[in-house]
């Protein structure tokens, strides 16, 4: 039995462990950067407050459902 040579093995991606970002077509990447902004730049923010103070802000799931990632769209 051989053993593979360190330098020849693949090396595993945590990033990414299933190669998903590979997988995407262009809209599914635009729809992704989308979400991420959103969730960066307004949800983190009412997130740490909602943490802090005990408290959900109600919105987000409207906002959510605004943006369309609460469920499915069926084609």
Do not use: W
């Amino acid at each position: 039995m051989r053993i593979q040579n360190a330098s020849t093995k693949i090396r595993f991606n945590y990033e990414d462990a299933f190669d998903l970002e590979s997988q995407l077509k262009d809209d599914e990447r635009m729809v992704r950067d989308q979400f991420r902004d959103y969730c960066q730049e307004k949800l983190m923010p009412r997130i740490i407050e909602a943490n802090r103070k005990e408290i959900f802000h109600k919105e987000i799931m409207s906002e959510l459902g605004e943006l369309g990632v609460l469920g499915p769209t069926i084609q």
